[in-house]
Structure formats: C-alpha cells, structure tokens
C-alpha cells in the first residue's frame, strides 16, 4: 500500500474535526510524550500530516480498548521499532484468539510453551497481551524475566535443548531492544556506562538495565557482553560517564569485574556492579571495591539514583587482593600443564570428549575467580554447572567425586606450594559429596 503522508498540511481545527480529540488532550500527548510532532507553519501555527491523524486515531482507539494513554504510544513505538507499523497496514487482521486468561501466570505459562515450540507468533501476540493489560515493569520482570528462569530450569534439568533456550533468549533481546529503541530522548544531564566485564556472555540482565534506567531519562551507554580489560579505562575516560555499571552472572567472570574494577579507581569515576553471583554468594560483596547495586532490579535502579545523588566515595581494595591475584596468576601459568594431566587420568572414565572439554575449561575459570578473590568456598554452587553439563550428557552423577579428587591430585602434582590448599579443597570436598542412586543428599554441595 502507499505510505501514508507525512506532508504537514492540516491545521488544528481539521485534526479537532477528524479525530475528535479534545485540544488540550493533544496538546498534553504532544508535550508529554512528543507524539505527534506537528510542524510550523511561516506564521507559527501547528501543522499536521495525514499520518499525524491516523495516528491520534489509532491512539484513540487503544484507549477506548482500556489502555493508558501511555501504554497506547509505548505499543506503537514498539511495533514501529520492530518493523510492524500498525498504521501502515490496510486493515488490521483480526487478533487471534488467545487461551490465555489474563493472569501474570496464565500468560507467562503460555508464552513460555510458546517458545519451546518455536512460536514467535504466538509469543509475540501473548506479550502484546500482557503489554495491555500490565505495566511493563511488571511485564518484564514477572513474564521474560521470571520466565526466562524457568526456561534455564528447565534446560539445566535436561527437559529441554539448548536451541529452544537460545530461540526464548533472542525472543526476549529482540524485544528489549525494541523498547530500548523506542525510548524518548534523555531528560536527565547523568549518561550511565553498563557493560559485562571479560568472558561474560550473559546479556538480558544489561539489556533489561539499559531500558528501566532509559525509562527515567538517563542516558546510557551499553557496551555489551564480553567487554575486553584492553583500553576499557580509555574508553571509561573518553566517555566520562557518571555511572560505570557491570553485571556478572557467574564466579567465573567475577575477577574479571574486579580486574576492571581496579582498573578503574584511578580515574575517580562511580563504580557500581550486580548479578546472580552475587545474590548467591553474599560474602563476595566485601571483596569488590565498588558499590553493590543489590539483589533485584527494583533496588538496583534505587541505588543507582543514590549513588548519583551522594557520589559516595568507592570502597578502597582490599589489602590481601594482591596475594590472591599472585596465586591465581601461578594457577593460570600452570592451567595447561594440569589439565593435560587430567586429559590423561581421566581416559579410563570414557567421558564423551565434548563434555570433559566443556567442564575442563569451565572448571578452571571459576578455579581462577575463586583464587583471585582469595575465597575457594565460592566454587561449591558453581559445582552445579558441572551437574548441569551431566545431565546434558546423559552421565551419572558419581562422575563429580573422581573428577574433583583427581583435578586435586593434578594440582599437587605441579609441586607448587602456592597451589597446595586449592589441592586440599578440592579433595576434601570430593570427599564430603555423598550420593544415593546417583543422585546428591540433601544438603550436599552439588
């Protein structure tokens, strides 16, 4: 179909005629959340386009379909960021009918069914659902966020594949930066930099940041997932942010974000962080010398306009820090030496090579976050990873106490007394695991 016109060519008293609305109404629409934005004529009137009215129509519409007036124009910024302009289309088809009840849980249950079946449609048309009848703080922490939880359960537990928990994770960043895109311009003077530190690919916790803290007018700066420690300083400078902000999901990135936290002191800048490690192990706060935004996202956006507020002084480092760097740089020379040796010893357990190369790597990158934050109790919930990766491999969980009791045997081997208590942990920990049937005991570290 043609496009509709973007010519300004109507003035007020036409718009007033063709749409019924009320002019102190557009006036607030157009001063409030800058829709429409009509042009100047040479004497100062207001000029409209055809697709200005069509668009206080469809506006009008939605509202009497039980929106806020708010909640009309962030569905149509969305649909417009993702390329589904309702006002350009002919005729809208009829929506398709919905199972659903309406309740948070009916809708999460749903869309999430929706996404194991590789429905976008379906998923799509259920957010569109829960965006008009929800606001969509609560959309998006109560559907994507809680259901992209019970997804990841779900896959950890081997009940689905790895491909339908990527399909439901493009679904959800897709979506994000939709909302993301459609933002107003900033109306706050603070720019915020978010960013996930080396190695961590996790990227909806930034995503979901970046669109709440865009929701109150900062202005941010995301740089992504797996930001390189190389001139992250420089950047941090060029930029001058009032707020570097960086989210780790896993020990295993966690002396990374304190590679970069260190990194960053010198230049007296606000340094915040957060993510799902942190929520699990509470003790590894104190370690990182930057402010802890907390355990959800409501809190972390209360201190983030804290910090803004009070520029609190950053918490220096801690003393031991350069101790535990020196052990965890002498576990990294002799990574390779050790897993070699391991490669060897564990032959005769016949591990499908995907799987042993997987837990090797994975194994020894929360053994170095564990070394340089000086804290090797931090590796017991991680020692679900390598459950996890169990059940993706149809292996029994009896495999856990060799491989700890022999990864131990590897590190003493190197002779290095450095390493010595990572060897006695190890080992001891093998020791405490107690399974039944191949299953763990009740209170057990994995």
């Known amino acids: 179909m ?32 800058g829709m429409p934005k009509p042009q100047r004529s040479a004497g100062g009137h207001r000029l409209y386009s055809q697709r200005d009215i069509e668009m206080i129509k469809w506006l009008m519409a939605r509202q009497e379909e039980g929106l806020s007036i708010a909640r009309a124009i962030n569905l149509l910024r969305s649909q417009i960021a993702q390329g589904n302009d309702p006002l350009e289309q002919a005729e809208l088809a009829p929506p398709q009918p919905l199972t659903t009840l309406g309740t948070l849980e009916s809708i999460r249950q749903e869309w999430i069914e929706a996404c194991l079946h590789f429905d976008e449609h379906k998923a799509e048309l259920l957010l569109n659902q829960a965006f008009a009848l929800y606001p969509l703080e609560t959309v998006l922490t109560e559907i994507l966020q809680y259901g992209m939880t019970k997804i990841g359960d779900q896959w950890y537990l081997n009940d689905i594949s790895v491909q339908q928990e990527h399909f439901a994770s493009a679904l959800v960043q897709r979506r994000l930066n939709s909302l993301i895109a459609a933002c107003p311009p900033p109306t706050r003077t603070e720019t915020v930099l978010i960013g996930n530190p080396p190695h961590e690919q996790h990227l909806l916790p930034i995503l979901m940041l970046h669109l709440f803290l865009r929701r109150r007018g900062f202005a941010v700066i995301n740089l992504g997932a797996n930001v390189p420690l190389a001139k992250f300083d420089e950047t941090v400078a060029q930029i001058k942010p009032d707020l570097v902000i960086l989210s780790s999901q896993r020990l295993t990135t966690v002396a990374s974000t304190l590679e970069v936290i260190l990194a960053l002191h010198p230049l007296a800048v606000q340094i915040a962080y957060g993510g799902r490690i942190f929520n699990l192990l509470p003790q590894l706060v104190r370690l990182l010398p930057a402010h802890f935004l907390g355990k959800s996202l409501d809190k972390a956006l209360q201190n983030v306009e804290k910090i803004l507020h009070e520029r609190p002084p950053l918490p220096p480092p801690q003393p031991t ?35 042993l190369t997987t837990a090797l790597e994975d194994f020894g990158d929360v053994i170095h976050s564990a070394l340089a934050i000086g804290d ?9 990873w390598l459950q996890g990766l169990l059940h993706q491999h149809h292996l029994t969980a009896g495999i856990i106490r060799p491989f700890l009791l022999r990864y131990g045997q590897a590190v003493r081997t190197q002779g290095s007394s450095e390493l010595l208590p990572l060897a006695d942990w190890l080992q001891g920990v093998a020791h405490q695991i107690d399974f039944a049937g191949g299953e763990s005991s009740a209170g057990e570290v994995v």
């Open 2 to 33: 043609t496009p509709l016109d973007t010519t300004p060519t109507f003035n007020l008293k036409v718009v007033l005629k063709e749409t019924g609305i009320r002019p102190d109404t557009l006036r607030a629409w157009e001063r409030r959340y």
């Open 321 to 355: 820090l350069a101790a535990f760097h020196q052990t965890a740089e002498v576990f990294r020379r002799q990574r390779s030496q050790i897993e070699a040796l391991l490669v060897a010893e564990l032959n005769d357990m016949q591990l499908p090579q995907e799987y």
């Open 376 to 384: 090797l109790d931090a590796i017991k919930p991680e020692l679900d």
